[in-house]
């Protein structure tokens, strides 16, 4: 069974910074490109970041470009992002899942449910 299990996220002030984990299991983990998405209230979810199998290649969405970074440790099977300088719309709960194919990011192209994912909040 793919499990997803997201962690870090927590209350930050304008311009602060939070690293995201997400820890998999059920699936091998290497195998797979990794997304991290995010959901703000009353919109649709989206892709924040995606990173090949073995982290050769990322993408992020423009809004973060420059601010954020993914990464990942297969021998931890563990997905990382890293959130430099948060703004205020970047309040939401943000998940990871895995991708069946790099290219195809939309909600049905990942192999695990969406879990509870982890709450970010930028406030002052």
């Known amino acids: 069974q793919v499990q997803l299990v997201e962690s870090g996220g927590g209350l930050v002030q304008p311009g602060g910074s939070l690293r995201l984990s997400c820890t998999a299991s059920?699936?091998?983990?290497?195998?797979?490109?990794l997304g991290w998405y995010r959901q703000a209230p009353g919109k649709e979810r989206e892709l924040v970041a995606a990173?090949?199998?073995?982290?050769?290649?990322?993408k992020y969405t423009d809004s973060v470009k420059g601010r954020f970074t993914i990464s990942r440790d297969n021998a931890k099977n563990t997905v990382y992002l890293q959130m430099n300088s948060l703004k205020p719309e970047d309040t939401a709960v943000y998940y990871c899942?895995?991708?069946?194919?790099?290219?195809?990011?939309?909600?049905?192209?990942?192999?695990?449910?969406w879990g509870q994912g982890t709450q970010v909040t930028v406030s002052s």
């Open positions: 899942n895995a991708l069946r194919r790099w290219g195809a990011y939309s909600d049905y192209d990942v192999i695990g449910y």
């Open positions: 059920g699936f091998t983990f290497s195998s797979y490109a």
């Open positions: 990173i090949t199998r073995h982290g050769g290649i990322t």
